[in-house]
């Protein structure tokens, strides 16, 4: 049975095909189609989607920032536009908040209609930032100002205006990160303290828009996640330094190690003497007295040589110059010669040397193990046990320096509902991400993976998208690449059939039945017929005669 190969790779091929122009016409909709942009209805303490009414919430800083180093000052002269992005846009009419300057202070700030209390309630901090030129060295992180007694003056906003909590991405030479700090004010002193994320997830810097969500939960713990995708979990008494709480003793500063206390458990032994023939003057390395000079080796021949071809230049001026000296070049004929020069003998280790004595180590019998100062009660201790209960949230700003331009924020969710947050997430990022990914596809093709130049290379690139996909996650396969699960699963099934028709050309034929008729003639199946070839009684012009003769394997056949 011959078997055509052909058939399993044309099934799986013909689904390959389906499915890939599939999912181009539904990517040139995408593209082609984009949604008109839709204000959400979304409700929260505060929601931004930049509409035409932006600049009546939204008001720039004239303040000066001054340098911790140097004393240098700064003002916010960075300029800030709402505009549609210029790279890959994916909503029609959808503008967003845009850093215009390049190497320059910006800063911007919202008030909210009515300071956020966040005590015993779930605190969702949530944005969108599109680096359009890439981002080198900046930052693009917000920060929700506390609420004071005077308010938050807008045109004064800066560096040193208090904030509750900063969030969002920053990079600059070795630092990627995205950072989660918050004030937290001293119990005891009404001193406020920043609490930095000991160990922060990589900022994701994309032309494509990216989503940065932070959830504190009234439990003291917290979510960060990214493009709707969790990156770190913690909770704000175990994961911040400094930490919340101080310790409750501390090393009492009063108390002083006593001079005749032992802390080396090891000492040299008194005991112990330099043996008499322990050399401390010994060389490392001598002579090797065994070593010879190596026939060939050029002693009356320099290393370096003038060089036979410089010539001394023009303008060269012996008297205000003085003697030119021609440059010096590898001696040509050192190169084939084993060396020249004086041959000196080369160094060997002394096997004498023993280097400097010292005495053997032996326990320290007045050892008394490591001090340390006693502790007492640290009269500055204080518990809060609920940081999460955050100071008074007034407004949100922008306070950023940033090497490139253009960078974009839009649909900005503070408020206390994740299940709204995830939502509003979904009517805007969910939209515009999946139309900018195939525009960047579309333009930069050679970023992706290269189109396949065979049969076997695109069945190959289809399966290994499959086999990634399904070692995470087997049913996430199925879904994203039901085509390739039929196929596989087609060519299982075939694999099987070829293997059962192998196994029965291979199985050895079955002999038929004997016959069970009683007789006294020879049969086919006589054993002593097979084995001596024993022929049949010779029967003459087809007839039996008496005297007929038995032919054998010693009786000649008769001519």
Not at 6 to 33: N, Y
Not at 356 to 367: A, C, E, G, S
Not at 382 to 392: A, H, I, N, R, Y
Request: aromatic residues 10%.
């Amino acid at each position: 049975m011959k078997y055509n190969f052909r058939i399993p790779a044309l099934f799986i091929v013909s689904a390959l095909v389906v499915s890939t122009c599939a999912d181009s016409s539904e990517s040139t909709t995408i593209v082609d189609e984009k949604p008109e942009f839709k204000p959400t209805k979304i409700k929260a303490p505060f929601l931004e989607q930049f509409t035409s009414d932006w600049s009546s919430r939204w008001s720039p800083s004239s303040a000066t920032k001054e340098t911790k180093e140097g004393g240098e000052t700064f003002s916010y002269v960075g300029k800030w536009e709402v505009e549609e992005p210029h790279v890959y846009p994916g909503i029609k009419d959808d503008k967003g908040l845009i850093m215009k300057s390049a190497a320059a202070h910006h800063a911007i700030s919202a008030r909210l209609e009515k300071p956020l209390d966040n005590k015993d309630k779930t605190l969702v901090i949530q944005y969108e930032v599109k680096f359009q030129d890439g981002l080198e060295c900046g930052g693009a992180y917000l920060k929700l100002l506390t609420e004071s007694e005077k308010g938050i003056q807008a045109v004064e906003f800066s560096d040193k205006t208090p904030y509750t909590i900063m969030f969002g991405p920053d990079k600059c030479g070795s630092t990627n990160k995205v950072h989660f700090i918050f004030r937290h004010k001293n119990p005891l002193t009404g001193v406020y303290e920043e609490k930095h994320l000991k160990s922060t997830p990589s900022a994701t810097i994309s032309k494509l828009s990216t989503l940065y969500s932070l959830i504190v939960r009234p439990n003291n713990t917290f979510e960060i996640r990214v493009n709707n995708e969790s990156v770190k979990t913690g909770g704000l008494l175990e994961d911040f330094t400094p930490s919340v709480n101080p310790p409750k003793e501390i090393d009492d500063p009063n108390d002083k190690k006593p001079e005749d206390w032992v802390d080396d458990p090891k000492m040299a032994d008194p005991d112990a003497k330099k043996p008499d023939d322990w050399d401390e003057d010994a060389p490392y390395e001598i002579p090797d007295e065994d070593a010879k000079k190596p026939e060939g080796w050029l002693d009356d021949e320099p290393l370096n040589i003038p060089d036979p071809e410089a010539k001394k230049p023009a303008d060269w001026d012996d008297v205000e110059d003085g003697d030119w000296i021609p440059p010096s070049v590898p001696n040509p004929k050192c190169e084939e010669a084993p060396g020249c020069g004086k041959w000196e003998r080369p160094n060997k280790r002394n096997p004498d040397y023993k280097g400097k004595w010292y005495p053997p180590q032996i326990d320290n019998p007045k050892y008394k193990g490591p001090w340390a100062p006693r502790k007492i009660p640290n009269p500055d201790f204080f518990e809060d046990l609920t940081p999460s209960k955050f100071e008074k949230i007034g407004a949100i700003g922008f306070e950023l320096w940033t090497m490139q331009s253009n960078i974009l924020f839009d649909n900005i969710y503070i408020g206390h509902s994740e299940e709204d947050a995830r939502e509003f997430a979904e009517e805007t990022w969910g939209v515009k991400h999946s139309i900018e990914k195939a525009a960047e596809a579309a333009e930069f093709p050679e970023t992706q993976d290269e189109t396949p130049s065979s049969l076997f290379e695109t069945i190959q690139k289809h399966v290994n998208e499959f086999l990634e996909i399904f070692y995470d996650d087997p049913l996430e396969a199925f879904k994203e690449k039901p085509e390739v699960a039929a196929g596989l699963g087609g060519l299982v099934v075939i694999l099987f059939l070829l293997l059962g028709v192998l196994l029965n050309l291979l199985s050895p034929p079955k002999k038929a039945s004997a016959s069970h008729k009683k007789t006294d003639e020879p049969t086919p199946d006589d054993e002593d017929a097979d084995n001596k070839g024993d022929a049949s009684a010779s029967k003459d012009d087809g007839s039996e005669g008496k005297g007929a003769k038995k032919r054998t394997a010693k009786t000649p056949r008769d001519t």
